[in-house]
C-alpha cells in the first residue's frame, strides 16, 4: 500500500460537491430573473443536477476500478470545469440546464472517489472516527458556499458564482496530480460490475441505508431549492440569503461534534440515526409552524444537526462487507441514493412547501431506521 493522502487533501475534495452547489443557491433567483423562467424551473437545475450526479457516481465509481482514484479524479474535476465554461457562455436557458448536467457528473468524482479513497486506508473502527471528522469539517461548507455565492451574486451575477467555481475546479485538478497518490491495491478485485450489481440489490440493508441517504439530504437539499425563493419574496437580497449559511453552519458544526463525542463514547450507529431521525421531525414540524417568517430558520437549524449526526454513520456502515470491491460498490451504492435524492428534490421543487417535505421525510426516517435497527 502506497503512502496514505493527505487528510486535508480529501476533505477539501469531499466538501466539493457540496460547496459548488451551496455557492450556487443563492443565484437561483437571479438565474431566474435573468432567462425569464418561473421558481419551479429555476429549481429544476437543483433536481436535475442530482441527477446527472447520480449518473456520474456510477460511471467514476466503477471507472476508479479499472483505471485506478487518481485518474478518475482528475477526469472529474476536468468534466466539471467544462460544465462550468458552458455555463458562463449559455444564451438560454436549456444551454443551462445542459452545463448543469455536465458539471454534475464530474462534481461527482469529489463524492465517490474521496469515500472510495477513505474506504481503501481506512479500517471499520477507524473509518467512522475520519467520517465524524469529515462530518464536523463539512460543516463550515454551507456557509462559505453560502457567503461566497451571496457576494459573487450581488456583485456579478450568476456568472460570477460559475467564474469561481471554474477557478476552484483548476486548483483542485493541480492539487490532485502534485498531492493525490493512488489507493487502488493491485490486488483489488477487477469490477464485475453485474454480479456486485445483483449482490446489492438483493442487500436489504443496502437499500434501508440508501433510503435514509437520501432522506435526509432532500431535506436538507430543500432548502437550498426552496429558501431562496422565500427569502427572495420577502425582500432580502442573494447576500443577505447567504448569511443564512452561518447559521446552518452552526447547526452542521453541532450535529458533527454531537456525533464525534458519542461515536468516542461507541455508541451504536444504529442509536446515533435513530436520534437523527426524531431529531429532524421535531425540526420538520417547527418549520412548518413558523415558514411564514424567517423564524423558520430556528428550526432549520435542528434538520442541520440531523443530517451531521446521520450520514457519517451511514456512509461509514452501509458498505463494509464490501470493501474488496469498494469503488463499483460505491458507485451502484451512490447511484441508488443520488437517483433517489433527484426524484425527491424533483417533487420538492413542485410542492414548494419546505415545512411539509421536512415532515413527511423525517417521518419516512424514523420508520425506517426503525427497520435497521431490528436486522
Known amino acids: 500500500m502506497k503512502k496514505k493522502p493527505n487528510l486535508l487533501l480529501l ?10 452547489e451551496t455557492i450556487y443557491s443563492p443565484a437561483l433567483p437571479d438565474i431566474a430573473r435573468e432567462f425569464r423562467v418561473s421558481s419551479h424551473q429555476a429549481a429544476l437545475t437543483i433536481s436535475i443536477y442530482f441527477i446527472a450526479f447520480a449518473i456520474g457516481v456510477i460511471c467514476w465509481g466503477i471507472l476508479s476500478d479499472v483505471i485506478g482514484r487518481k485518474k478518475s479524479m482528475v477526469w472529474g474535476l476536468v468534466t466539471y ?18 452545463a448543469r448536467v455536465i458539471a ?17 486506508i481506512y479500517e471499520k473502527e477507524e473509518l467512522s472516527r475520519v467520517f ?25 451575477g450568476y456568472s460570477g458564482v460559475f467564474m469561481m467555481v471554474l477557478w476552484l475546479a483548476i486548483v483542485l485538478i493541480i492539487c490532485t496530480l502534485l498531492f493525490l497518490p493512488e489507493t487502488k491495491r493491485m490486488s483489488d478485485t477487477k469490477p464485475a ?17 440508501a433510503f435514509l441517504v437520501a432522506f435526509f439530504n432532500i431535506m436538507l437539499f430543500s432548502y437550498y431549492s426552496i429558501a431562496p425563493f422565500l427569502f427572495d419574496k420577502a425582500g432580502y437580497s442573494a447576500e443577505e440569503f447567504g448569511y443564512s449559511g452561518i447559521l446552518l453552519a452552526i447547526g452542521s458544526l453541532g450535529g458533527g461534534v454531537i456525533n464525534k463525542k458519542l461515536i468516542y463514547q461507541k455508541v451504536p450507529a444504529q442509536r446515533l440515526i435513530f436520534l437523527a431521525s426524531v431529531i429532524a ?7 412548518l409552524m413558523l415558514q411564514g417568517s424567517l423564524w ?8 442541520v444537526i440531523a443530517f451531521g449526526i446521520a450520514i457519517p454513520n451511514i456512509l461509514s456502515q452501509a458498505l463494509i462487507k464490501y470493501k474488496h470491491i469498494a469503488g463499483t460498490a460505491g458507485a451502484i451504492f451512490g447511484l441508488m441514493y443520488y437517483v433517489f435524492i433527484g426524484l425527491g428534490l424533483t417533487i420538492s421543487g413542485l410542492v414548494q412547501n419546505f415545512g411539509l417535505i421536512i415532515t413527511v421525510f ?8 426503525t427497520m435497521y435497527k431490528n436486522r
Open 104 to 120: 454534475a457528473f464530474g462534481a461527482a468524482v469529489g463524492s465517490i472517489i474521496t469515500q472510495t479513497i477513505l474506504r481503501d
Open 296 to 303: 423558520f430558520l430556528l428550526p432549520t437549524l435542528l434538520i
Open 281 to 287: 421531525l421535531l425540526g420538520g414540524v417547527g418549520v
Open 362 to 369: 423525517s417521518l419516512l426516517s424514523v420508520f425506517l431506521i
Open 193 to 209: 460490475i453485474i454480479s456486485t450489481l445483483n449482490e446489492l440489490l438483493h442487500d436489504k440493508m443496502i437499500w434501508i441505508s
Open 11 to 20: 476533505i477539501v475534495l469531499i466538501m466539493f460537491p457540496q460547496f459548488v
Open 81 to 98: 470545469g467544462i460544465g462550468a465554461i458552458t455555463a458562463l457562455l449559455a444564451k438560454d436557458f436549456n444551454m443551462i440546464l445542459v
Open 132 to 156: 465524524s471528522i469529515i462530518g464536523i469539517s463539512l460543516s463550515i461548507s454551507p456557509v462559505i458556499g453560502f457567503l461566497t455565492g451571496g457576494i459573487a451574486t450581488k456583485s456579478y
